[in-house]
């Protein structure tokens, strides 16, 4: 029953993973293109900015085609982008598109690279980029990844100037060429030579393009057919391509497949110029290397006499292999998995529980199998290293036992580039090992010595947990390390109103049995709190409890960070917890720094309730109840069918005209809301697709007009219109704080029945009208923004709240 109990808890935590993460076994045709793959040297990475840039059709070609080794190096992780499945902005929508792309290299073969740069939104131009990144550090990480990688050929998805579409773009193709020079000379970036050495790829080229209205591409490019069909895995490149591409849902870029023949083109950018073939003068066969014609003979026997039926028929020469190559040149960790899934062997070490806390001992089930016939000529045993659990596999009988072995260490479960605080533009990671990763290793293994005849192999297999649930079946997850306990605080900012008091809830989580300890805030200038620390016990492990203090800003309150320190048994801890939990990722756990935004202002509110209809996903409801508005999430029945008279306002999320299906059933009843009376503000969509054209009662277009800078000059078009006047008094103090942007995809073909707020512009361009327009219809008022209020309300931004409420208040 106190299992039962636990297990509840844990798992109200950590949500379940419907796809299973687990020790796969390579199939019959997965061990061909394996073998096939070890006849094969060299390797080609691609570059670009941010998760969806990559080619993941060429890609597929590369790694299942070709046979190279195949790399994607993405410079952000995605974090300045929009989310369409959920409301995680900043560095949660990275974690998200980091798993995203890791779950579209399973499929398309590539391994995946990142460098330190954080995504900080749209940027018009490469300058602007690297002021922000500091260009010197993510050169030298791109530097790095080519060193450790050796690419024969680099490839970039975008040119270096305004074709590129966006300064992220255009920066990632100058950083490949500048790295593809610098990754050769030893006199740059001198500290990663103790670990790796100057590498000199052939060429670099550039993969031109014709989307978005930009064809770049030329019948006299070197080209290539990327349409093949691989018969042995039942699929062209276009299908698994397609397949890889869908993974990048927060994106909304399902992809349908394509199949046949499909071209790619390439434009020299440095480098020995090929004339016809983009891998010319380029050996790719084992030849490369001296001393591997025997290897290359027994390799060739191997792939001939191969049995799709029999795969175990291959060992005896798998482990020759194996002895032949060893110092030698070749892809050693495919040869022993090759060997592995050949002799049928699958190991899992899974843990009693979902969570430990640091240095906690944990219990683990270890199983494994060799799934071969009985006349299997040679003897399996394992050895465990670290519980010196021994075992003889007999063919096809699984060997299970329990032990208590696995010490969880000192680290936690935490991203490594979200480990530190960081500024704007870069994440801090100070490892030189850790930088290029996509994510941690685990942090928790079983290390096997694997003796198969008289050949022994070494392999990890990270510790998971599972369980069984009476709907999915087996389920997965990753394992956690936590701290004893986390301190979560229920909202990333608070806005406080003139001297007002809130009171701050606080959740504490055990994840150790018998653990005590005080919570003690840490506040800026100006601020005080009751109480001043608050003493806590919890009794079990898994067990949560609630806890809160009250904040009241003064007269000469200082905005900044409410933080929390726990200290446990004469140590601080300062960690939040953070669960993400969608069906085509693995459970991502993570430990956010325990502390929020605090600031305050003079806020005054006219009326009361808020409908809201979801869009695409943003935080803009729980910014409002905060405040003291009653928010009501509407659905599309309640929209079409209810009575919407009640609300004083009524928001729509972002995008909702963009992924919405019922939009032309609710728009007349959203239009009618108005004419009587209501105030309907609609919050930004991109210009295409659209469920609907006319999103308002009078005409207007959207643009890609956008303002990157968030401290842009913000001019008061309408200076004594309604909406920067009541209740609040609006005046350019109001712009001062914003984050990221001021606003995007604007207004543009306004009809004159429009009143044009605000104008603003980036440096160097002309002014832009569109980012907030207003019209009367009717007895109400229907507003238009493309503000970026989904950023600036989370992140409490004074200014941004007290002009939100403006939009949704009509002085009747």
Same mark, same amino acid.
């Given at each position: 029953m +106190?299992?039962r109990?636990?297990?509840?808890?844990l798992?109200? /935590?950590f949500?379940?993973?419907i796809k299973?993460?687990?020790?796969?076994?390579?199939? %019959?045709?997965?061990? +061909?293109?394996?073998?096939?793959?070890?006849?094969?040297s060299?390797s080609?990475?691609y570059?670009a900015?941010h998760?969806?840039?990559?080619?993941?059709?060429?890609?597929?070609?590369l790694?299942?085609?070709?046979?190279?080794?195949?790399?994607y190096?993405?410079?952000?992780?995605?974090?300045?982008g929009q989310?369409?499945?959920?409301?995680?902005q900043?560095?949660?929508?990275?974690l998200?598109?980091?798993?995203?792309?890791?779950a579209?290299r399973?499929?398309?073969? %590539?391994a995946?690279?990142f460098t330190r740069?954080?995504?900080?939104?749209?940027?018009?131009?490469?300058?602007?980029?690297f002021?922000i990144?500091n260009?010197?550090k993510?050169?030298?990480d791109?530097v790095?990844v080519?060193r450790k990688f050796q690419?024969?050929?680099?490839?970039?998805r975008?040119?270096?100037d305004?074709?590129?579409?966006?300064g992220h773009?255009?920066?990632?193709? #100058?950083?490949?060429r500048?790295?593809f020079?610098?990754?050769?000379?030893?006199k740059?970036?001198?500290?990663q030579?103790?670990?790796?050495k100057?590498? !000199?790829?052939k060429r670099?080229v550039w993969n031109?393009?014709?989307?978005g209205g930009?064809?770049?591409?030329?019948?006299d490019?070197l080209?290539?057919d990327v349409?093949?069909?691989?018969?042995?895995?039942?699929?062209g490149?276009?299908e698994?391509?397609a397949?890889s591409r869908s993974?990048?849902?927060?994106q909304?870029f399902?992809s349908?497949?394509?199949?046949?023949?499909?071209i790619?083109?390439?434009?020299?950018?440095?480098?020995?110029k090929?004339k016809?073939?983009?891998f010319?003068?380029?050996?790719?066969t084992?030849?490369?290397?001296?001393?591997?014609?025997?290897?290359?003979?027994l390799l060739?026997d191997i792939?001939?006499?191969?049995?799709?039926?029999?795969?175990?028929?291959s060992?005896?020469?798998?482990?020759?292999?194996?002895?032949l190559v060893?110092?030698?040149p070749f892809?050693?960790?495919?040869?022993?998995?090759?060997?592995?899934?050949?002799?049928g062997?699958?190991i899992?070490?899974?843990? %009693?529980?979902?969570?430990?806390?640091?240095?906690?001992s944990?219990?683990?089930?270890?199983?494994a199998i060799a799934?071969v016939k009985?006349?299997?000529?040679y003897?399996?045993?394992?050895?465990e290293?670290?519980?010196?659990?021994?075992?003889?596999?007999?063919?096809n009988?699984?060997?299970?036992?329990?032990?208590?072995?696995?010490?969880?260490?000192d680290?936690?479960?935490q991203p490594?580039w979200?480990?530190?605080k960081?500024? !704007?533009?870069?994440?801090e990671?100070?490892d030189?090992?850790?930088?290029?990763?996509?994510?941690n290793?685990a942090l928790?293994?079983?290390?096997f010595?694997?003796k198969?005849?008289d050949?022994?192999i070494e392999?990890?297999y990270p /510790?998971?947990?599972?369980f069984t649930?009476?709907?999915?079946?087996?389920v997965? !997850?990753p394992?956690?390390?936590?701290?004893?306990?986390t301190?979560?605080?229920g909202?990333?900012?608070?806005?406080f109103n003139?001297?007002?008091?809130k009171t701050?809830?606080v959740?504490?989580?055990?994840?150790?049995?018998?653990v005590?300890g005080?919570?003690?805030? =840490?506040?800026?200038?100006?601020?005080?709190i009751?109480p001043e620390?608050?003493?806590f016990?919890l009794?079990k492990?898994?067990?949560q409890?609630?806890?809160s203090?009250?904040?009241?800003?003064?007269?000469?309150s200082?905005g900044?960070?409410f933080?929390l320190?726990?200290?446990?048994?004469?140590?601080?801890?300062? =960690?939040g917890?953070r669960?993400?939990s969608?069906?085509?990722i693995?459970v991502q756990?993570?430990?956010?720094?325990s502390?929020?935004?605090?600031d305050?202002?003079?806020?005054? #509110?006219a009326?009361?309730?808020?409908?809201?209809?979801?869009?695409?996903?943003?935080?803009?409801?729980?910014?409002?109840k905060q405040?003291g508005?009653e928010?009501?999430?509407?659905?599309e029945q309640?929209v079409i069918?209810?009575d919407?008279s009640?609300f004083?306002?009524?928001?729509?999320?972002?995008?909702?005209?963009?992924?919405?299906? !019922?939009?032309n %059933?609710? =728009?007349?009843?959203?239009?009618?809301?108005?004419?009587?009376g209501g105030?309907?503000l609609?919050?930004?969509?991109?210009?295409?697709?659209?469920?609907?054209?006319?999103?308002?009662?009078?005409p207007?277009?959207?643009?890609?007009?956008r303002?990157?800078?968030?401290d842009?000059?913000v001019t008061l078009?309408?200076?004594n219109?309604?909406?920067?006047?009541?209740?609040?008094k609006?005046?350019?103090k109001?712009?001062?704080?914003?984050?990221?942007e001021?606003?995007?995809?604007?207004a543009g073909d306004?009809?004159p029945?429009y009143?044009?707020i605000?104008?603003?512009?980036d440096?160097?361009?002309?002014?832009?009208n569109?980012?907030?327009?207003?019209?009367?219809y009717?007895?109400?008022r229907f507003?238009?923004?493309?503000?970026?209020?989904?950023?600036?309300?989370?992140?409490?931004v004074?200014?941004?709240?007290r002009l939100?409420?403006?939009?949704?208040s009509?002085k009747?």
């Amino acid at each position: 029953m +106190k299992f039962r109990q636990y297990l509840f808890l844990l798992l109200a /935590v950590f949500p379940l993973l419907i796809k299973a993460q687990y020790s796969p076994t390579l199939n %019959a045709a997965e061990i +061909k293109q394996g073998l096939e793959s070890l006849n094969v040297s060299g390797s080609v990475l691609y570059i670009a900015a941010h998760p969806d840039d990559e080619n993941t059709r060429l890609l597929a070609y590369l790694a299942k085609e070709k046979k190279v080794k195949a790399g994607y190096l993405s410079l952000t992780r995605g974090d300045g982008g929009q989310n369409l499945i959920g409301t995680e902005q900043a560095e949660l929508l990275g974690l998200i598109r980091t798993q995203e792309l890791l779950a579209a290299r399973r499929m398309d073969g %590539a391994a995946q690279f990142f460098t330190r740069a954080n995504d900080f939104g749209f940027s018009k131009n490469p300058e602007e980029s690297f002021k922000i990144w500091n260009k010197t550090k993510i050169l030298s990480d791109v530097v790095w990844v080519i060193r450790k990688f050796q690419p024969d050929v680099i490839i970039t998805r975008f040119p270096e100037d305004a074709r590129a579409g966006h300064g992220h773009h255009s920066g990632s193709a #100058i950083l490949a060429r500048e790295a593809f020079a610098a990754a050769a000379d030893p006199k740059q970036f001198t500290e990663q030579l103790a670990f790796v050495k100057p590498w !000199q790829a052939k060429r670099i080229v550039w993969n031109t393009f014709n989307f978005g209205g930009n064809n770049t591409t030329s019948e006299d490019q070197l080209k290539i057919d990327v349409g093949s069909y691989n018969a042995l895995l039942g699929k062209g490149y276009g299908e698994i391509a397609a397949e890889s591409r869908s993974n990048h849902k927060s994106q909304g870029f399902g992809s349908s497949r394509q199949r046949g023949s499909a071209i790619e083109y390439f434009s020299p950018v440095a480098g020995e110029k090929a004339k016809s073939d983009l891998f010319e003068g380029i050996d790719f066969t084992l030849n490369r290397n001296p001393g591997m014609s025997e290897v290359q003979k027994l390799l060739n026997d191997i792939n001939a006499t191969y049995q799709v039926s029999n795969p175990s028929a291959s060992v005896a020469k798998l482990l020759k292999l194996r002895e032949l190559v060893k110092g030698k040149p070749f892809k050693q960790e495919l040869l022993d998995e090759l060997i592995l899934a050949c002799s049928g062997i699958w190991i899992e070490v899974a843990a %009693a529980n979902p969570a430990y806390a640091l240095n906690d001992s944990i219990a683990v089930k270890i199983q494994a199998i060799a799934r071969v016939k009985e006349d299997f000529p040679y003897s399996i045993n394992i050895q465990e290293m670290q519980s010196k659990v021994k075992a003889d596999l007999s063919p096809n009988r699984m060997m299970a036992m329990d032990r208590k072995i696995f010490g969880s260490g000192d680290q936690l479960s935490q991203p490594y580039w979200l480990a530190k605080k960081h500024e !704007q533009g870069s994440y801090e990671v100070d490892d030189l090992s850790l930088i290029g990763l996509p994510e941690n290793h685990a942090l928790v293994n079983g290390i096997f010595k694997i003796k198969i005849a008289d050949q022994t192999i070494e392999k990890k297999y990270p /510790v998971i947990y599972k369980f069984t649930d009476p709907v999915k079946g087996e389920v997965y !997850q990753p394992l956690v390390i936590a701290p004893p306990v986390t301190a979560t605080i229920g909202e990333k900012a608070f806005l406080f109103n003139g001297n007002e008091s809130k009171t701050i809830h606080v959740e504490l989580q055990g994840f150790r049995a018998q653990v005590a300890g005080t919570l003690i805030p =840490q506040l800026p200038s100006g601020w005080s709190i009751s109480p001043e620390k608050i003493d806590f016990k919890l009794e079990k492990k898994g067990e949560q409890q609630s806890l809160s203090f009250k904040l009241s800003p003064s007269a000469k309150s200082i905005g900044g960070d409410f933080a929390l320190n726990v200290m446990v048994d004469g140590k601080s801890y300062h =960690q939040g917890l953070r669960v993400l939990s969608y069906d085509h990722i693995p459970v991502q756990t993570l430990f956010p720094f325990s502390e929020a935004r605090i600031d305050h202002t003079d806020l005054k #509110i006219a009326g009361k309730r808020i409908g809201f209809i979801a869009g695409a996903g943003d935080l803009v409801p729980e910014s409002l109840k905060q405040i003291g508005f009653e928010v009501q999430l509407l659905s599309e029945q309640q929209v079409i069918h209810g009575d919407l008279s009640a609300f004083d306002a009524i928001v729509t999320g972002v995008r909702l005209y963009n992924i919405n299906e !019922q939009l032309n %059933a609710m =728009q007349p009843k959203l239009m009618k809301y108005v004419e009587n009376g209501g105030v309907l503000l609609v919050q930004y969509n991109v210009n295409s697709p659209l469920k609907r054209n006319d999103i308002g009662p009078y005409p207007f277009g959207l643009s890609r007009d956008r303002v990157t800078e968030e401290d842009a000059a913000v001019t008061l078009l309408a200076a004594n219109h309604p909406v920067l006047n009541y209740p609040n008094k609006i005046s350019l103090k109001d712009f001062e704080g914003w984050v990221q942007e001021r606003g995007l995809y604007f207004a543009g073909d306004i009809d004159p029945k429009y009143t044009s707020i605000l104008e603003m512009h980036d440096p160097g361009e002309s002014a832009k009208n569109g980012s907030l327009i207003v019209a009367d219809y009717g007895k109400g008022r229907f507003v238009y923004t493309s503000l970026s209020f989904f950023r600036q309300l989370p992140a409490g931004v004074p200014g941004a709240f007290r002009l939100f409420v403006n939009l949704i208040s009509n002085k009747k």
